[in-house]
């Protein structure tokens, strides 16, 4: 996610957006869902935050997982957590997880020519348990088993892919989650810092945060074999 104005380029006199980047998974399991996201923040190739939340709350069993824009994101959050108390308060229960995914979608697509925002929906009720709605940029709304935006997505299409499976319980779906996005930051400059997860089901939900020394690390982060005893050897 990117936050600040836009940087001017002189040799062309005209202005670029900073590039953005962030990654967002949400995958359901058998009576629910967890959604997970990075803690990095930049403009361009500034690190303006390591710990940031990008998993905004919009009803109590309802979590948006914001990339692109931080701005436009969290303005459609508080828009949408607004109009989801409306709409309880007529209703006299929450709203579906379906509903609160249209009301992202509708404001998404009817701004789409001025927000850059992809988002993810998710999250637990009793009529249809957990639920995963993808919403990028444009306001298409898709319903998944599993979702995954951002810049670092690109690196963990194929893997996501592979390991999902239908009828997870909540300890493989959270593992998934974790491992999902631990490898897209060893692999995305622009996707680091901490990952922060909640878990949606019947038992509401269940927030976990995992500090940078806790993240789990990829081969290729880690010293080869015997490298120092290697190297006293040499010398």
Same mark, same amino acid.
């Given at each position: #996610? ?13 202005? !670029?957006?900073?590039? *953005? ?16 996201? +990075? &803690?990095?923040?930049?403009?361009? *190739? ?8 990008? %998993?905004? !709350? /919009?009803? +109590?069993?309802?979590? /948006? ?6 701005? @436009?994101?969290? $303005?459609?959050? @508080? ?8 709409? =309880?308060?007529? /209703? ?10 249209? /009301?992202?979608?509708? #404001? ?5 020519? #001025?927000? #850059?925002?992809?988002? %993810?929906? $998710?999250?637990? +009720?009793?009529?249809?348990?957990? !639920?995963?709605? &993808? ?23 194929? =893997?996501?892919?592979? =390991? ?23 692999? @995305?400059?622009?996707?680091?810092? %901490? %990952? ?38 040499? &010398?």
């Amino acid at each position: #996610m990117d936050l600040g104005p836009c940087v001017s380029t002189e040799a062309t006199g005209k202005s !670029q957006a900073p590039h *953005t980047g962030t990654t967002i998974v949400a995958v359901s399991f058998d009576g629910g869902v967890v959604l997970g996201a +990075d &803690g990095r923040v930049s403009t361009g *190739t500034y690190i303006s935050n390591r710990a940031s939340n990008k %998993i905004q !709350q /919009l009803t +109590d069993n309802v979590f /948006l997982l914001r990339s692109g824009s931080a701005a @436009d994101t969290q $303005a459609i959050g @508080d828009y949408v957590r607004y109009f989801a108390e409306q709409l =309880a308060c007529e /209703l006299g229960a929450p709203p579906s997880v379906a509903t609160v995914a249209k /009301l992202v979608s509708t #404001m998404n697509y009817q701004n789409k020519e #001025m927000l #850059m925002g992809a988002m %993810i929906v $998710a999250g637990y +009720d009793e009529q249809q348990g957990g !639920q995963v709605y &993808g919403c990028p940029i444009g306001g298409t709304l898709v319903r998944e088993q599993w979702a995954v935006d951002g810049s670092g997505s690109t690196y963990i299409w194929a =893997a996501l892919d592979d =390991a999902f499976k239908e009828g997870m319980t909540r300890k493989e779906a959270e593992a998934l989650v974790v491992d999902a996005l631990s490898l897209a930051m060893a692999r @995305d400059a622009s996707s680091g810092g %901490i %990952i922060r997860t909640v878990t949606l089901d019947k038992t509401g939900a269940h927030v976990r945060y995992i500090g940078g020394s806790d993240v789990p690390t990829w081969f290729e982060d880690l010293p080869a074999p015997n490298a120092a005893a290697a190297g006293m050897a040499v &010398g």
